[in-house]
């Protein structure tokens, strides 16, 4: 066990993830098993849909990523497990399967935060250690943290009402694209034109590092409606790259305003719209004018796994700080 292998186990939405990490930062397996194909059909996310999917498939998830790593359960150090925020009922199964077999191969178990593991996936890829900036940017979340160190996250600003991967999913479904919509929204912006519509930029208070993007959905419903009732003609591609173009400005400006009261300090930005190409050119653009370093976490790792849920839960590890077999899921837990 010297090795500090870590099993570590992601049920917290639409994909069945299973990773075995070496250390906290050496990859030895990981599998995403997806079930973007099945929500497809209702347009998003169906929770008890998302936890029957996750009971057929933990299971084999599971033997495949310790096979894959080439790893027996007396190697192992410690389980680890995500435990909220998420989907209640897909949580449970992830908690489950990983408390069932910590016990059965007397293993500690280690719960980590979704989050943390969005704020830890770069270490897998040779990123920054603390202190850093994290922009985490997903289809449950919106958030500017500071991490000081390994154990300490302080959230500088998080969305009101939508989150930004949210925000773009419904903004697909607006324009008839299917889930998920970032993707679709990001390669048909690519033809559009950007200042076609002065859709809406929430600011909020003038020290605030909080987000809304309730108003610029609203924005973009209301664009395509009047349209729709005039008998106007509208571009799709000009709507996605306009509806983008406010997105990405708030989230770069408010990085670059939380950047000012860290100088110096690198920013990280993590979760499934990390893979948005315009947030990536604007963060290089603002990245290069204001002179701080910035960096996303390959593709794969951006998007939820379970690798970084083993990265998240290797610090705790090594101070021995482990959850009782009474751990139970929690859909809105705290950072
Ligand atoms: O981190 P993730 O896989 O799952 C959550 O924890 O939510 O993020 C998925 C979100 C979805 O909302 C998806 O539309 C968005 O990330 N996304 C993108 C892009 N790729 C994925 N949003 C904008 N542009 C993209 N290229
Ligand atoms: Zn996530």
Known sequence: REKGLILAVETSCDETAASVVEGGTRIRSNIVSSQIAIHRRFGGVVPEVASRGHVEQITAVM???????????????????????GLVGALLVGLMAAKTFAWV???????????????????LAGGPEPPWLALVVSGGHTELIHIPNDHTFEVLGRT??????????KTARALGLPYPGGPQIDALASSGDPERYAFPRSWLEEDSLDFSFSGLKTAVLNLLNDAHRRGDEVRPEDVAASFQAAVVEVLVEKTVRAVRRYPGVPVVVAGGVAANSTLRREMDRRAEEEGFLWSAPPLALCTDNAAMIAAAAWPRLSRGWFHGMDLNARANLGL
């Not at 894959?68 to 192992?76: F, N």
């Not at 191969?105 to 270490?123: C, E, K, Q, S």
């Not at 939508?162 to 999913?169: H, K, L, R």
């Open 63 to 85: 033997a495949a990523a310790l096979e894959d790593a080439g790893v027996h359960p007396r190697d192992l150090a410690a389980v680890a497990v995500t435990y909220g925020p």
């Open 105 to 123: 191969h007397g293993l500690p178990l280690i719960g980590v935060h979704h989050i943390v593991g969005h704020l830890f996936a770069h270490r």
């Open 160 to 169: 009101r009402d939508d989150a930004a991967g949210e925000a773009f999913d």
